[in-house]
Nanobody, 121 residues
Framework: QVQLVESGGGLVQAGGSLRLSCAAS????????IGWFRQAPGKEREFVAA????????YYADSVKGRFTISRDNTKNRAYLQMNTLKPEDTAVYYC??????????????WGQGTQVTVSS
């Protein structure tokens, strides 16, 4: 089991940027795929992005493609979500998750507690 802790959330104006970080501990971090999800008030949790164990292969939701970039540094047991050109509709609690499987269909088993991102118009 991987333990995950997110950080880097906050309040930003529309058009701004934030970088979320996911710190991992527990079993070997370099093994699982890492994903970011988000949940806005009154809505279901939705997939944002995923990166495979190597950091080479990535997968994005259409709503963030071209604006968000997922990456990882296995030497630091961390994953990141760089968010640019933020929109008010990006406001949500963002969660980091770990799992295994094909990059477009990862079975996520471990979850962090989330970090709030608020984008003002």
């Amino acid at each position: 089991q991987v333990q995950l802790v997110e950080s880097g959330g906050g309040l930003v104006q529309a058009g701004g940027s934030l970088r979320l970080s996911c710190a991992a501990s527990g079993r070997t971090f370099s093994s699982p795929d890492i994903g970011w999800f988000r949940q806005a008030p009154g809505k279901e949790r939705e997939f944002v992005a995923a990166v495979d164990w190597s950091g080479v292969n990535t997968y994005y939701a259409d709503s963030v493609k071209g604006r968000f970039t997922i990456s990882r540094d296995n030497t630091k047991n961390r994953a990141y979500l760089q968010m640019n050109t933020l929109k008010p509709e990006d406001t949500a609690v963002y969660y980091c998750a770990a799992g295994v499987g094909p990059i477009s269909a990862v079975d996520f088993r471990s979850w962090g507690q989330g970090t709030q991102v608020t984008v003002s118009s």
